[in-house]
Nanobody, 127 residues
């Protein structure tokens, strides 16, 4: 079965940094645009970041701009989310997702654009 497995979540203090990883298996990773979403308790799932097949084009949700960076390593079949200056409101379950696409340059910010999702990793930011 194709899989996406997130790792790197944990408990951190406000102002700290954290790097999440998502490793794909059973997929042709080079053909996939990738994304990160998060869901806080009692909230809807929120777009965080996206990256094209090439890794050159990226997109960030409003809450992530200026603080988060998305990147990928096609050899390791892994997408990363570097989170800096973490805030209490960054707390939630973070999900990575994949969309197979013929486009090398498009990024996607809508949940409905993605075909596969990981199980999620918990990020908790304390004061």
């Amino acid at each position: 079965q194709p899989q996406l497995v997130e790792s790197g979540g944990g408990l951190v203090q406000a102002g700290d940094s954290l790097r999440l990883s998502c490793t794909a298996s059973g997929r042709t990773f080079e053909r996939d645009a990738m994304g990160w979403f998060r869901q806080a308790p009692g909230m809807e799932r929120e777009f965080v970041a996206s990256i094209s097949r090439s890794g050159i084009e990226t997109g960030l949700g409003n809450s992530a701009k200026g603080r988060f960076t998305i990147s990928r390593d096609n050899v390791k079949k892994t997408v990363y989310l570097q989170m800096n200056s973490l805030k209490l409101e960054d707390t939630g379950v973070y999900f990575c997702c994949a969309r197979e696409t013929t486009s090398t340059l498009l990024t996607y910010s809508a949940e409905r654009s993605y075909e596969q999702w990981g199980q999620g990793t918990q990020v908790t930011v304390s004061s």
